[in-house]
């Protein structure tokens, strides 16, 4: 199965929206469940609307903008960047669910990003 970029970045949206949503709502029970204070996981919830706000105005247009792309790609890697470095522990002291979580949510947007980066060349075709 072939996807196009623009499918990919609909699927990037939505899983901004709806972890967004999660994270945003349900930030101090989170805390102890996944070992990371509660205003992380909250401004970390809520960065993740804009993000989904810049890949929906991505994915609607026939051609998206390289740039605009590229910016997406790279603020995902940072989110993964981010992500393992919360992994490992630093600076807080995590849960194993948190750090599962962390890692697998970040393996996950690795694999949206190299799919973006992949498929920027078609801009959106197929």
Not at 10 to 18: F, G
């Amino acid at each position: 199965m072939t996807f196009s970029l623009r499918s990919v970045l609909y699927l990037d949206a939505a899983c901004c929206v709806l972890i967004g949503a999660v994270l945003f709502g349900w930030a101090a029970p989170l805390e102890s469940i996944l070992g990371l204070p509660a205003p992380l996981i909250f401004w970390a919830g809520l960065l993740l609307f804009p993000s989904a706000a810049m890949m929906l105005i991505a994915a609607r247009s026939e051609r998206p903008h390289p740039a605009l792309v590229l910016l997406i790609v790279f603020g995902n890697v940072a989110w993964v960047v981010a992500s393992v470095i919360l992994a490992a522990g630093v600076p807080f002291a995590l849960t194993p669910l948190g750090r599962t979580f962390l890692l697998v949510q970040a393996a996950a947007v690795a694999v949206l990003a190299w799919q973006e980066w992949a498929l920027r060349s078609t801009r959106g075709l197929a």
